[in-house]
């Protein structure tokens, strides 16, 4: 039985008395009656006992007080402490190197094989649904880039581009600009002409080559830039009379052509739907609303061809995701092989007790979640 200190008050006499009490039955006092012989000393006789009634009275000496035997108090029960529960962990599982020799995956090889061919190198990896499925979307992704690059920047480039080519073809005439631009030349100065003509010479060039094929110079160009040379107008018109009879888009560079005869002012007189086209020293007035839409259709073929930058950067990010995801694939792989996680309630720790503390019970637990 376990004793409480809050106890003592109330037990503490009721033991102090039971203790002088079988004290006392050790010590009979001398001359008392001992009527179970525990003293050991025989009791008198009778007679002596009746002789005795005639003496004088003894006095009676009362028993010694006994002490208490403080030694054998009962102090405070404290409750030794819990043994510590043996924990059981299990992390990792280390599987033998040969056991799983076949399925090791090299991280550097699969990462270079996706920076080739994006996906190439999850397949590579493969040992799940997941993995192959990543490699169906990087490939699948590389594949879709492809085909819309290809789609936009070369399909409906080239077929906006020869749109409004056939379109500048049908509507402006190299002759009809050349006979505006030699009228003007006429009553306008020729260092003014020059000067509102400032694109002259890259449109001899873009129209003409400089040289024949034999690599002397070509009259023909001599011509286109001699406009405002009057000694020299037998060349310019066989230049003129050439482009009378040349089949539209034979030029030198076609690219800068059509360019030029869109970008410029001073070639809006070339446009069959010309209005309020004037020369003056210092401008060339006139609009043209065919010249208006063929610009229209040029800037929808260069927003074509402006796509192939998203397109490439696209194509770029999806090589270079696909390599990282590759490597580290690989790698997740071959730490499952040889060191294989512990599942997640694997890595959960439960502790708790029981213990009395002041005479009352006290529960404690503690759980832990390692990653």
């Known amino acids: 039985m376990r004793f409480h200190s809050r106890h003592f008050p109330v037990l503490a006499p009721t033991l102090l008395t039971l203790l002088a009490a079988t004290a006392g039955l050790a010590q009979t006092p001398q001359g008392a009656e001992d009527p179970y012989g525990l003293s050991g000393t025989p009791s008198a006789s009778p007679t002596v006992a009746a002789d005795s009634a005639e003496a004088a009275p003894e006095p009676v000496t009362p028993p010694p007080a006994v002490a ?210 004037a020369y003056s020293a210092d401008s060339i007035s006139g609009t043209s609303a065919r010249r208006s839409e063929y610009n229209r259709m040029r800037q929808q073929a260069q927003d074509f061809s402006r796509m192939q930058a998203w397109f490439i950067g696209g194509i770029v990010i999806n090589h270079i995701a696909s390599a990282v995801d590759a490597a580290l694939t690989a790698r997740y792989n071959n730490r499952v092989l040889y060191e294989g996680e512990a599942r997640w309630y694997d890595r959960v720790k439960v502790d708790g007790g029981l213990a009395f503390d002041a005479g009352r019970p006290r529960t404690h637990m503690s759980a832990r979640l390692s990653f």
């Open 68 to 277: 208490a035997d403080t030694s054998r108090t009962v102090g405070p029960v404290t409750p030794a402490a819990p043994a510590p529960r043996p924990r059981v962990t299990r992390e990792t599982t280390i599987n033998p190197m040969d056991q799983n020799r076949g399925n090791y995956r090299n991280p550097k090889k699969a990462l270079f094989m996706s920076l080739i061919v994006p996906g190439l190198g999850q397949a590579y990896v493969g040992q799940s649904a997941f993995t192959y499925a990543r490699a169906a979307f990087y490939f699948g992704t590389e594949v879709t880039l492809g085909l819309m690059w290809y789609q936009y920047t070369v399909v409906k480039y080239d077929r906006k581009t020869k749109q409004y080519r056939q379109f500048a073809d049908q509507h402006w005439s190299q002759v009809r600009y050349e006979d505006s631009a030699f009228n003007a030349s006429l009553i306008v100065d020729v260092e003014d002409f020059k000067a509102i003509n400032g694109q002259r010479e890259n449109f001899c060039d873009a129209a003409v080559p400089r040289e024949t094929s034999a690599g002397t110079t070509n009259p023909i160009h001599t011509g286109c830039m001699e406009l405002t040379d009057t000694l020299q107008t037998s060349n310019y018109q066989n230049y003129r009379n050439l482009y009378a009879n040349r089949p539209y888009g034979t030029y030198a560079d076609p690219v800068d052509f059509y360019a030029l005869i869109g970008d410029y002012q001073e070639f809006v007189g070339g446009w069959d739907d010309v209005t309020g086209l």
